[in-house]
């Protein structure tokens, strides 16, 4: 008797320019095309640094949202473009949040749990999907990029 079994993809690194971000703006990353892998779900996973010298103030937070096309990348979710680059989010937001980074102190690096793409679109995961991260720590991000990871990785079903 066969059984199904959950399996993952090898982690890659989305492109989303986090070097500098300043307090109350948000950036997103470029759109993973799932057409090809056919994932079920792709697990997010963020680390972010602070900036070395200011003290968190207002939300103390990064907020990562996921955004979403299903007419293979010409509309996304609020004004997302599918392209590395900063975004002026609508207030409110539409997208779905994901995650939240909580930051207590300066100069500090906090890293998520996976967080599901699929779990914020009602467990399908979109064809074409992306991050969007919003800075609500009161201070810039940390200057050196290689200080933040934006990772993913595919979740798929095998049968054995």
Known sequence: MASVKTEYGTASTLTCTLASLASAASRQSTAVDNSSDKFLDAL?????K?????????????Y????ATADDGTTYGD???????GVTLDD??????IGVLRFTAAAQTKESDPMSVAAAYNGVLPKKWGIIVRNATG?????????H???????YASVT
């Open 92 to 97: 409110p937001t539409q997208l779905k949040l």
């Open 139 to 147: 201070f810039a991000l940390d200057t050196t990029e290689g200080n």
């Open 64 to 67: 990562i949202y996921a955004y």
């Open 79 to 85: 004004t997302g473009t599918g392209t590395d680059g």
């Open 149 to 155: 990871k934006k990772l993913w990785q595919g979740v």
């Open 50 to 62: 602070n900036h070395a010298t200011s003290a968190p103030t207002g939300d103390k937070a990064v």
């Open 44 to 48: 997010v996973q963020m680390v972010v």
